[in-house]
């Protein structure tokens, strides 16, 4: 049975749930990743105004549309970073608040909490065969030690400690809600997190003691580039993968003016030695990944999260949908050379 292909809405929160949901429909998609900013799902609604995961339902089922996730990236952010200026553009003033930063780290948190309460009652309130077997939120955790990450001046193997200890402290109570709720955190493996590699996120398990609901939001777009081998992680977290991004990255073959630290050069510049594509127009082997997925038995939604500077969007979105559902096939059930054995 092929997998959903779902949008991810989170570059897309200019428009309206409404206008999205019908450009989902019209590209072809089978529902879409519903992200808590713009107006597409908003926590404090859902958990305060009657109706208000009724009213999300309604325009999905009215397009054809189903959901099985919904991601707070922005909010997850602010649990363990070292919060400044730039935090108050991604977050909500009753979250920002006087921007002290310990305040925001205990706002967000609480925030997180409430997304796990939220995004039960949004999917309680799916209508009947529409309601997923899971039901995951996706985002990031923010990190206290990014800023180590590349050790000069030396960086004493106690900070990076206290920094899994710090993140530790913060999301294990988080983590105890969605437990509350029935609902898994699918951490986004990528730079600026707790965890951006296979190492890394290893280590991310292990702080909070294997705790049954954190897992993973796979997107190989953030790995490939690294060098990381993108496909062994699905492998090596095969109990852990909650949900994925299609998504796509590019990297050059040949030397380039700006390497993997990008040269304080934005996203589309050609001196970039990698740069976000859309989806079968970079350098990531999703037939290996499809693979890994069908070895690991995942059944989740197929999720695009579109990127690409060079490229219209919805020329994109469209074109990545497609892709998608090419992509995809089901595992055999049968050795290929078991009817040799038949008499």
């Not at 305040?103 to 925030?111: D, F, L, N, P, Y």
Request: charged content about 25%; glycine content about 10%.
């Amino acid at each position: 049975m092929a997998r959903p292909v779902t949008l991810f809405t989170g570059q897309w929160a200019d428009l309206s749930l409404e206008v999205m949901a019908q450009k989902a429909k019209e590209f072809g998609y089978d529902g879409i990743e519903l992200a808590c900013w713009g107006d597409h799902f908003d926590v404090q609604r859902a958990l305060n105004e009657e109706g208000y995961c009724a009213s999300r339902w309604e325009i999905l089922s009215r397009h054809g549309l189903r959901c099985f996730a919904i991601s707070n990236h922005l909010i997850g952010q602010a649990v363990c970073d070292q919060i400044d200026e730039r935090h108050q553009a991604i977050l909500p003033p009753h979250v920002w608040g006087d921007g002290s930063p310990e305040g925001v780290r205990q706002r967000a948190a609480e925030e997180m909490k409430n997304t796990a309460r939220a995004a039960r009652k949004l999917f309680d309130a799916a209508p009947s065969g529409l309601k997923p077997g899971r039901v995951v939120v996706n985002g990031f955790t923010g990190s206290s030690i990014w800023y180590y990450l590349y050790s000069f001046p030396p960086v004493p193997t106690g900070w990076i400690d206290q920094g899994y200890q710090d993140f530790a402290k913060r999301w294990l109570p988080i983590l105890d809600e969605f437990d509350r709720q029935n609902v898994d955190f699918a951490l986004e493996v990528h730079p600026t997190e707790i965890a951006f590699d296979i190492a890394s996120a290893a280590r991310a398990i292990e702080a909070v003691g294997g705790h049954r609901r954190f897992g993973f939001n796979y997107d190989p777009s953030h790995l490939g580039y690294q060098g990381v081998d993108y496909v062994q992680f699905i492998r090596t977290f095969r109990d852990r993968i909650f949900h994925m991004h299609v998504k796509d990255v590019w990297w050059s073959p040949t030397l380039k003016e700006a390497g993997v630290f990008g040269g304080h050069l934005n996203f589309g510049d050609s001196r970039r030695f990698w740069d976000f594509r859309s989806p079968g127009r970079g350098s990531i082997q999703f037939e290996e990944i499809i693979r890994a997925l069908n070895e690991i038995g995942y059944h989740g939604p197929l999720s695009i999260e579109w990127e690409d500077s060079g490229m219209d969007r919805e020329h994109g979105a469209k074109e990545a949908c497609a892709f998608t559902r090419k992509l995809d096939f089901a595992p055999s059930n049968i050795a290929f050379d078991a009817a040799f054995s038949e008499g």
